[in-house]
């Protein structure tokens, strides 16, 4: 069991329980996934914590690599899991005999391609992309975090929002969120 005082479990990384949560709502985009996500978090790192040693940046990287890294167990797990279909694919189904995908997308589903974009990063530039926006996590702490030089978190950080850019530029031009270019 761990410690009591101010080195305890509780002292520790209770203080950093917002944070965390706002990483996992970030990471997942939703208020359940993101508490269950957090309530894993913790009891894995309640679990672990007599392996816990404190360093510079304290318990905060600590916590948020398990929680990425229950975040992508979650994901894995949900790859490999049987998806359910909605009513509305089922009745055209149904109705056509076939399927030829979803239907256009508006500006209502801005948020589902802006996952999707950054659901289609690689991993190593995704989880930089989560942990930096946040705003709570500064370089080095990802560098940390990860088990990277510094320098690999900006490169990373540099590449994944060119990618997000490039990938989401079409739906931008297609929403009419931003107009072709002009020329002069």
Do not use: C
């Amino acid at each position: 069991m761990p410690e009591q005082g101010e080195h305890s479990f509780e002292a520790l990384a209770v203080p950093h329980l917002e944070t965390v949560y706002r990483v996992a709502r970030r990471m997942t985009r939703n208020d359940h996934e993101a508490e269950d996500l957090v309530q894993e978090t913790y009891l894995k790192a309640y679990k672990a914590f007599a392996r816990f040693e404190v360093r510079e940046f304290g318990i905060k990287p600590w916590l948020l690599k398990i929680l990425y890294n229950s975040f992508l167990n979650r994901q894995a797990r949900l790859k490999k899991a049987p998806r359910a279909t909605d009513q509305q694919t089922l009745d055209q189904v149904h109705a056509d005999g076939d399927y030829s995908g979803p239907p256009d997308l508006d500006y209502e589903h801005l948020d589902q391609e802006v996952k999707l974009a950054i659901d289609q990063l690689p991993d190593e530039f995704r989880a930089v992309l989560l942990l930096w926006a946040t705003m709570e996590v500064s370089y080095q702490e990802i560098a940390d975090i990860l088990k990277v030089p510094i320098g690999t978190v900006m490169s990373r950080l540099h590449r994944a929002r060119q990618q997000l850019a490039r990938s989401l530029e079409e739906f931008a031009r297609e929403q009419r969120i931003v107009g072709t270019a002009r020329k002069t």
